[in-house]
């Protein structure tokens, strides 16, 4: 009797760290790698990232924000992060121009890119050129920012590029 009631304690203990285990491992959730942008503060520095963009062939995602703008905190922490958004983002050239403290080499460069709110999005096709078409000014959700990444001007097929260079 004593022998049954230890086997059937153990098989209780087995199936409770089963489960345990199970829905640890069910729940858990893998931590979404960082995503890395390289910050540019001149347009020197600007052209330089370009060029080698450009040279790599990749698109290239400029974020221009400041660190008291909400919707520039929004967009880095909720909108960067998405699991639907990293792959798209991670066929970019990223950078950041950080302009908060409002220097001069800030406001050139704001100028220059003809930034007038925050946060805006720039973007460069693989080739180096702007495409201020799809530029974005303000908080976009992870699904909208996802859509918009896909689009075929930023990602042009070769007939569709020979297509835009015939008009």
């Given at each position: 009797?004593?022998?049954?009631?230890?086997?059937?304690?153990?098989?209780?203990?087995?199936?409770?760290?089963?489960?345990?285990?199970?829905?640890?491992?069910?729940?858990?959730?893998?931590?979404?790698?960082?995503?890395?942008?390289?910050?540019?503060?001149?347009?020197?520095?600007?052209?330089?990232?370009?060029?080698?963009?450009?040279?790599?062939?990749?698109?290239?995602?400029?974020?221009?924000?400041?660190?008291?703008?909400?919707?520039?905190?929004?967009?880095?922490?909720?909108?960067?992060?998405?699991?639907?958004?990293?792959?798209?983002?991670?066929?970019?050239?990223?950078?950041?121009?950080?302009?908060?403290?409002?220097?001069?080499?800030?406001?050139?460069?704001?100028?220059?890119?003809?930034?007038?709110?925050?946060?805006?999005?720039?973007?460069?096709?693989?080739?180096?050129?702007?495409?201020?078409?799809?530029?974005?000014?303000?908080?976009?959700?992870?699904?909208?920012?996802?859509?918009?990444?896909?689009?075929?001007?930023?990602?042009?097929?070769?007939?569709?590029?020979s297509q835009n260079h015939a008009q």
């Amino acid at each position: 009797m004593a022998n049954i009631k230890i086997k059937y304690a153990l098989v209780i203990l087995i199936i409770t760290i089963i489960t345990i285990v199970s829905g640890y491992l069910l729940n858990s959730k893998p931590t979404p790698v960082a995503l890395t942008f390289t910050a540019v503060n001149s347009i020197s520095e600007l052209k330089l990232a370009l060029k080698i963009a450009a040279q790599q062939q990749r698109p290239v995602l400029l974020d221009v924000y400041a660190e008291w703008c909400s919707p520039c905190i929004a967009l880095t922490q909720q909108t960067f992060p998405a699991a639907n958004v990293i792959p798209q983002l991670n066929k970019f050239t990223r950078l950041k121009a950080n302009v908060t403290a409002n220097t001069n080499a800030d406001i050139v460069l704001m100028h220059h890119l003809n930034v007038i709110g925050f946060p805006s999005l720039l973007f460069w096709d693989t080739q180096g050129n702007p495409l201020p078409q799809v530029r974005i000014s303000g908080f976009i959700n992870a699904d909208d920012f996802n859509r918009h990444l896909q689009q075929a001007i930023i990602f042009p097929t070769p007939s569709s590029a020979s297509q835009n260079h015939a008009q």
